[in-house]
């Protein structure tokens, strides 16, 4: 994601590059920059499998974790969520999204003598 003060440069409406991480597979994409994550993930990074409902923020049907945050991809400019880490929630009963997947287990405390 974008830090304050950082720019990506260009216009307000060049195209700009970004790189997402979704679900593990990294992609280097090129978006206009009124694109929203929800756009991206699915007509860009080709993952047609996150639905597009009310597209304003209001169904909850977009949910996608991003930086251990559940956020909804239709309301987030995808711009902003370069070098970003997104994890498309698993499809729950009934086709709707489903809980959030399990936090990564913290790492193992050193156990190694001194
Ligand atoms: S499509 Fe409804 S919240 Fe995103």
Redesign the pocket.
């Known amino acids: 994601m974008l830090k304050d003060g950082q720019d990506r440069g260009g216009t307000a409406d060049a195209p700009v590059t970004i790189q997402l991480r979704i679900d593990g597979v990294r992609h280097t994409v090129r978006i206009e920059p009124h694109m929203t994550l929800?756009d991206t993930v699915r007509e860009v990074a080709g993952r047609p499998d996150l639905?597009?409902?009310?597209?304003?923020?209001?169904?909850?049907?977009?949910p996608v974790f991003a930086e251990g945050r559940r956020i909804?991809?239709?309301?987030t400019l995808a711009a902003v969520m370069d070098d970003a880490s997104v994890t498309l929630a698993p499809p729950g009963p009934e086709g709707r999204p489903g809980p959030p997947p399990p936090a990564a287990a913290p790492p193992a405390p050193d156990t190694a003598p001194r």
């Open positions: 929800l639905v597009r409902a009310c597209a304003d923020g209001r169904c909850g049907g977009c909804a991809a239709c309301t």
